[in-house]
C-alpha cells in the first residue's frame, strides 16, 4: 500500500468531480468546511465520489458561509471496488460503529444489518451507520462508498439467497480445520460473510443456514470471538486468499 | 471451537486448582464474587488459573464478607498456550483497552506495548492492561493467561531481538503482494507480531526494523488500517497459516 497524502483533508462530496469542474457543497459541508475543519480561503482537501478517482480542490470563500471547491487536479484515479458484501447481527451503539468503520477499512463493498433470534439492538440507525461508514472511507484513503443496505431477517434474506454470490458462515460450531484451505477451494466471485450475535445462531437459524446452497462454513479457530473481533478476521482471511490482498488472477 | 459452557461466570484465579483443593480468595475478589457478581450461597464458578485447565467450583458463605469455593469437578483440560508475542505501538484509553481485549481473544500469548517517534500514548498503565486481558480470558473461554510485559523502546526491543524468534512487521510501504504466501514460507516457531503507530513507523525506524535479521514484512492489503485493525487482521493471517487455526503439523 502506497503512502498516501496525508496533507489535506479527505472529503466524501456527492457530485461529480473532475478537470474544472468546481463544486458548491450544501449548507452542511459548507459549515462542516469552514467551522469544524477549519479551513481557510485557499486551502485544499481530497475530495473523492466513489467513482470518479481522487481530486484536489481549493476552497475558495465567497461569504462567510458560502464557499465553491475549484478543482486542481486528479491525485488518484478511481480504484475498482470489490464485491464483499459483510452481513452482521447489530451489536449497540458504540460497538456497532466501531464494527462498521472496521468492515469498511476491511474493504467490504456492502453493509447490511441482520436480524436474528438472539440479537440485541433492536432498532439500527441506518443514517448513523452511513455516517460511519463515510467516515472510515475519509480516514483510511478509500476511494469507493460502501453501500449500506436495510436491516433483514435473517429467514428473509436466505429465503431466495442469489445463486452466484457464495455465503461465509463463521461457524463457532465447526471443527477446527484449516479456514485458508477450505477458502482456496472456492472460486474468486462474489461474496458474502455472515457474522452472528453474541452466543452465536441458534440452532434452527444454524440449520437454516446450513441448507443454503451457497454456504460455506469456516472456524475462526479455537476461542470464543467477539462480533466484531470476528468481523474482522473473516475480512482478513477472505481478503487474502480472495479478494483484494491477494494477487489477482 | 466446541460450544462452552456458559452456565457460570469464568473467573480467573491466581491459585493453584485440582480435585478436592479448594480456595480461600482475596478480599477484593470474595467482594467482586459476592457483591459485583452477585453469587449466593451455593452458587457455581468456572475457574481457571492459567496452568491447571477449568474448574466447576462451588462457592460456600462462610459470613457475609468471606466465602470458599470448593473444588467440584473439572470441566476442561488444559489447553497448551501458543507462542505469538503482539507488540504494539500503544493507543490511548478506551481504544488501548479494545486493542488488548483483541489480540487476547486472537490467541496472543504476550502483550507489551512498543514506544516510537509517532506513539501517541505517553504512558501505559500496565495494571490496567493486565485487568483488560483477564477479562477477555474469562468472557471468551481462553484458558491460559498472557503475560504483560513492560513498555519498551523500539530500539531497545529491536537491539538484541532474540533470533529464535520471527518478528512479522506489517509494512504499510510492503508491495501489496501475497500475505498468506510470505506467511507459508515460514517454518512453525515463535513468532512476534509489530503493529506501528498511527502514520507508521518513521523512516529510521522502518530501516532499524528491516536490519533485523529475523524480521519478515506482509503487506495487509491497499487500505490504510487503523492499528487495533490491522492488529487483528494480522493475527487472523498469521493464526490461519501458522498458529493454532491451521493445523498441527
Chains 1, 2 share one sequence.
Request: aromatic share 6%; with cysteine.
Amino acid at each position: 500500500m502506497s503512502l498516501y497524502d496525508f496533507s489535506a483533508p479527505r472529503l466524501f462530496l456527492d457530485a461529480p468531480l473532475g478537470a474544472n469542474v468546481d463544486v458548491t457543497p450544501d449548507r452542511d459541508q459548507s459549515n462542516y468546511l469552514l467551522n469544524v475543519l477549519r479551513l481557510a480561503d485557499g486551502a485544499d482537501i481530497l475530495a473523492f465520489n466513489g467513482v470518479d478517482g481522487e481530486w484536489r480542490m481549493r476552497l475558495k470563500a465567497l461569504s462567510r458561509k458560502a464557499v465553491v471547491l475549484q478543482s486542481i487536479e486528479q491525485t488518484r484515479a478511481q480504484t475498482p471496488q470489490g464485491d464483499v458484501h459483510y452481513l452482521f447481527a447489530p451489536l449497540k451503539h458504540a460497538r456497532l460503529d466501531y464494527m462498521v468503520q472496521k468492515a469498511v477499512e476491511m474493504g467490504a463493498s456492502a453493509l447490511r444489518p441482520v436480524m436474528t433470534r438472539r440479537t440485541q439492538a433492536t432498532r439500527v440507525n441506518l443514517e448513523r451507520m452511513r455516517a460511519n461508514a463515510i467516515e472510515a472511507t475519509e480516514q483510511c484513503g478509500i476511494l469507493t462508498l460502501p453501500s449500506i443496505e436495510d436491516t433483514i431477517r435473517l429467514e428473509r434474506l436466505l429465503t431466495g439467497w442469489p445463486a452466484e454470490r457464495r455465503l461465509i458462515f463463521c461457524d463457532e460450531d465447526a471443527p477446527v480445520a484449516d479456514p485458508i484451505a477450505t477458502l482456496r477451494a472456492l472460486p474468486r466471485g462474489p461474496l458474502a460473510i455472515i457474522i452472528g450475535p453474541e452466543g452465536g445462531f441458534d440452532p434452527q437459524e444454524r440449520e437454516m443456514l446450513l441448507r443454503v446452497p451457497q454456504v460455506t462454513r469456516i472456524s475462526l479457530g479455537p476461542r470464543i470471538l467477539r462480533g466484531d473481533t470476528a468481523g474482522v478476521a473473516a475480512l482478513a482471511l477472505v481478503q487474502a486468499v480472495l479478494g483484494d490482498w491477494a494477487p489477482a488472477v
